[in-house]
């Protein structure tokens, strides 16, 4: 028994016959002095107290700790188990974020392959037909890269130097649909050259855009501000929605802002600071006058303006 990772317990008719080693660590009380005390003195929760009584399972969270425990019971004698599964835990819980994440990067390219393929249903001058397959070649390999990072992470893994005007004009392609049912436009700043994974630039501008479109005005347009902070580019997109209370928790896994209707994962933002966070930049929100601005900076290169 003391070489059990478990801690184990031993009673008889309430009272403590025997501690293993991992239970003597866990409830600090040594063999000698549990031995023939009531268990409640030693476990110190009623809540084992009565699952000893009953037998059974449940799961306790003490002192930032996940501890599964399991009892067995009959008419005069009950064990306790008790198993750490905090890690456990934790690790189901980034699975199930990474699962949340995932499934968020991969709506936009699914949309744009959807869109290209019933456009190509319908006669069109070969050149136009072309340019479609071409986007849809595009968004293909976007997915099979957002395949890789199941094995790999989600950190950007791919940097190179991008002019920012190539993954604009790349988001406004993907959100033309959107942006017409929206009756909005979208106006982008000076182009400047910057380091970065190109696939993660554009689901971070995408991410912005979308949660401007959603969440601002219809029929206003949105502005995306590009300027230089020292060997860093700061990027903004400004939308005239309302004033936002608390900015810093809507870069929280699986959180929404107070005013937000309809269905939507929460996750949005919180992708838009990991994978910031991953280059080493930064993301804020701020009002500025009757816009909130949702910034964030990324590594500038050498010459800056492509201008």
């Not at 940097?159 to 909005?184: G, I, Q």
């Not at 929460?266 to 930049?281: A, P």
Request: negative net charge; aromatic residues 6%; contains cysteine.
């Amino acid at each position: 028994m003391d070489a059990l990772p478990q801690a184990v317990i031993l009673t008889e008719q309430g009272k403590v016959t025997r501690l293993n080693a991992a239970a003597v660590r866990l409830w600090g009380v040594p063999q000698e002095r549990a031995a023939g005390r009531p268990v409640l003195e030693i476990v110190r929760r009623h809540t084992l107290e009565t699952l000893l009584e009953r037998g059974g399972e449940l799961e306790l969270e003490v002192t930032g700790r996940t501890l599964r425990c399991t009892a067995t019971h009959t008419d005069q004698h009950s064990a306790l188990i008790v198993e750490d599964v905090t890690e456990h835990r934790r690790r189901e819980a980034e699975l199930r974020e990474a699962t949340a994440v995932l499934s968020h990067e991969f709506r936009t390219p699914v949309a744009a392959l959807r869109g290209v393929l019933e456009a190509l249903e319908y006669d069109m001058p070969q050149d136009l037909a072309q340019n479609f397959v071409r986007q849809g070649l595009q968004e293909t390999e976007r997915l099979a890269r957002l395949v890789e990072d199941l094995a790999v992470g989600f950190r950007p893994t791919r940097a190179r130097t991008v002019p920012l005007a190539e993954t604009f004009a790349r988001a406004e392609r993907l959100l033309a649909t959107e942006l017409s049912a929206r009756h909005s436009a979208v106006t982008f700043g000076q182009d400047y050259l910057v380091r970065a994974d190109p696939d993660k630039l554009l689901q971070v501008v995408l991410n912005l855009i979308e949660n401007a479109l959603k969440y601002g005005p219809a029929g206003q347009p949105i502005h995306v501000r590009t300027t230089v902070r020292g060997t860093w580019v700061e990027i903004a997109v400004l939308d005239r929605g309302p004033a936002i209370s608390d900015t810093e928790s809507l870069f929280q896994a699986h959180t929404r802002g107070k005013a937000a209707t309809g269905q939507g994962s929460g996750m949005g933002l919180y992708i838009v600071r990991s994978i910031v966070h991953g280059w080493g930049g930064q993301t804020w929100v701020e009002r500025e006058g009757d816009q909130n601005a949702f910034c964030f900076t990324l590594p500038g290169v050498a010459g800056l303006s492509q201008g």
